[in-house]
């Protein structure tokens, strides 16, 4: 048994970090001897660090108290931040707008042309920031909350984690029994899902909603390989369809039946090959577990086309229907992740936790490490923008159940044999994904932008960039642009910096 938690002891504690100064904890902080971070700037931390850390640190209520305000205060104060740059956008709209109507027919041709990009701008300007206030900031902050109970509460889940492992009673959980992974029944009649995902695919080809395959052999035997060994390795008694789909969008979904698909975007933020498995391992356990056939019941494949149609309205109004438009704002496109119904996909607050459950245990069976989905879904969370996009956020269950069960799950899995975070394949398939990725980069600089360019030819607003493991507290002090003033040239893509 002592094995089982030696991964989990305490480690020495490195203060390599690079965080802001925090908002206010500064000043309570205790004039402590050894040089400890605020409880601020451990929450820039990964999941898996605090884990390991919570069961070594403590706070005082008052330490607890000025964080939470300190918390809720910078989330009331960004999200303000960009409402009012929401209605100065609005403002300076409306008074290009008069001044248009003001010139009337007699305007010339090129200051026509700059107004009109002018109001084109400022309408994106402005989606962005409503998006930014309504959906990313606060889902920012319920991550940075997720963390701070982490802090508090793991110590004690972690004892009764323990005394259950000790006293067996780890085995009365459900799906306990991982040693008959392949063997058990999760839900009856996967078989009857086959035609519901044949559908489901047709739909999609037809809608012209599919992006075609990546065009490298290599790449898509190599994630075929990786998704055929968590499917050998897990409760999936049908044939499995794996496909790599040529879209920058970071994000890998199962159509009901058996249909993986697996986006190239998805595979660019991967680190390893055990935070792809972990991801994929997630997806093969709600075609498993029948997530979508539970949540359809009679329901049919048009539910996929009522939000296609919602998506096509917001592209021809300009109205925010939600984070879908800021996604096209941000990098170019639609999410498929956001077009494809939520039913269809078996999302669903309580199917996530049982997806999350599954998953680790998959990836155990196959013999993955099995930290790799929460070391991928910490990086998304963290990463602005990205939380509401991808379906394993979208239904919200809150970061921290999601993050402590699937921690728990990771104990209760025996230790055998080795677990396998990388790969030579894997990093044989980053070399051949490079070129793809640069060829597919310069073609989006120069598409134009199917969202509301009405106006050919003008200078776009400048992008906000996020980075991975980039603090919020960044974000929010982006200040409002100036559309009078010409953007400069459109710079090469950054390139991702080290977590922290
Ligand atoms: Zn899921």
Known sequence: MNELFRKCTASALSCMMSVLPCLSAQAQAPPAPAPQLTLHQYLQKPYLDLFELAPTLSFTPPEVDTERQALKRGEDSCRNRFKDHSRQYSRQMEAARKELKQAGPKLENQPRHQLHCKIQNLELLRSEADVLSSQAIPHAYDNLNAKLDLLLKWPEIYRQTTAAINDGSYNQRRWADVKDIGFREIAPGQRDDIKRGQEAVEELKRAGLLPPQVESKAVQDYVRSVAERIAKHSDLKIPLHVSVLESREINA??????????????????????????????????????????????????????????????????????????????????????????????????????????????????????????????????????????SWFRTHPPFFERMVQTQREILFMPREGTQITQTPEFLQMKKDLAPITAKADKEDVNKPSLLLTKEEGCAPPRKLEYKPGQPIDQVCSVELQNVDQPQPAEEPQPTSQPQN
Do not use: C
Not at 272 to 277: P, S, T, V
Not at 290 to 317: D, G, P, W
Not at 341 to 363: M, P, T, W
Not at 372 to 384: E, L, P
């Open 253 to 390: 979904f199962a159509l009901p039946g058996g249909y993986l698909y697996i986006e190239r975007g998805l595979l660019e933020e991967a680190e390893d090959e055990a935070q792809l498995a972990g991801v994929i391992a997630h997806e093969i356990a709600h075609d498993t577990a029948r997530h979508s056939a539970k949540l359809m019941k009679r329901a049919t494949i048009a539910s996929i086309f009522y939000q296609a149609a919602q998506v096509a309205a917001v592209l021809l109004t300009g109205g925010v229907a939600g984070i879908g438009l800021y996604y096209a704002l941000q990098y170019g496109y639609y999410g498929l992740g956001l077009v494809l119904s939520l039913k269809l996909l078996g999302v669903s607050r309580d199917y996530e936790l049982e997806a999350d459950q599954l998953g680790v245990q998959y990836a155990w069976s196959a013999g993955y490490d099995t930290t790799g989905f929460i070391r991928f879904f910490d990086k998304m969370a963290t990463k602005v923008g990205y939380v509401n996009g991808v």
